[in-house]
């Protein structure tokens, strides 16, 4: 290994270990605790090494949000091949298994979903974007495309991510009966996405 690659695998370390830090300190106790001292002093890096890989604080999110959006594509994919396996609980249903799981994955990890979808951030989506948060509309629309019909896939999947997005966001904030969270996925997917006659 010449100089040049392991300089680039210790920046990418150090990058990584900033990252999960903010994102630990942030799900223990929310994103108004990540300061680039409270990193320091948990990393034991100064705050120049810190500002050396990122420039703020919001670079940091930045960086969080698309680990995240690269976890939840993965996470989405898996459920819906699962979902299409043969034998499997759900083998007619993708859209669910990928709804239920978009919900647990927002659950279980609240302050990354928020770094994704709630906190200010300078992230483009659309056009031109990166590739994390696309991968990941791409697995919900993939889920959506067997049972679109004619309808316009895209705006399909617009509609579920947006109506899943709402319903995590107001069960997040304690809005809403926990115990029918399950029923309230149901009742989105089927009826944004009936089966297609």
Same mark, same amino acid.
């Given at each position: ?24 300190? *942030? ?11 409270? @990193? ?7 705050? %120049? ?14 960086? !969080? ?20 396996? %043969?034998?499997? !609980?759900?083998?007619?249903?993708? !859209?669910?298994? !990928? ?6 994955? *927002? ?15 300078? @992230?483009?989506? =659309? ?14 629309? *993939? ?5 679109? =019909? ?19 966001? @107001?069960?997040?904030? *304690?809005?809403?009966? %926990? ?14 996405? %009936?089966?297609?006659?």
């Amino acid at each position: 290994m010449g100089i040049e690659e392991r300089r680039a695998r210790n920046q990418e370390a150090r990058r990584r270990l900033i990252t999960e830090t903010a994102r630990a300190i *942030a799900e223990r106790e929310g994103w108004g605790a990540v300061t680039t001292r409270r @990193l320091s002093a948990e990393i034991e890096y100064s705050q %120049p090494v810190i500002y050396k890989h990122f420039s703020s604080l919001d670079d940091i999110t930045d960086a !969080v949000a698309l680990e995240g959006f690269a976890e939840l594509a993965e996470a989405l994919r898996e459920a819906r091949l699962a979902a299409g396996a %043969p034998g499997s !609980v759900a083998a007619s249903d993708a !859209v669910h298994a !990928v709804a239920i799981r978009y919900a647990t994955f *927002a659950t279980d990890s609240p302050a990354l979903y928020e770094a994704m979808f709630t906190r200010a951030s300078r @992230l483009p989506f =659309g056009e031109g974007a990166h590739p994390e948060p696309s991968a990941a509309f791409a697995e919900l629309r *993939a889920s959506i495309a067997p049972r679109a =019909g004619d309808d316009d896939l895209e705006l399909l999947t617009e509609a579920l991510w947006a109506a899943l997005h709402g319903l995590i966001t @107001l069960n997040t904030n *304690a809005r809403l009966r %926990p115990e029918h969270q399950s029923a309230r996925i149901d009742l989105i997917v089927n009826r944004i996405v %009936p089966y297609a006659s």
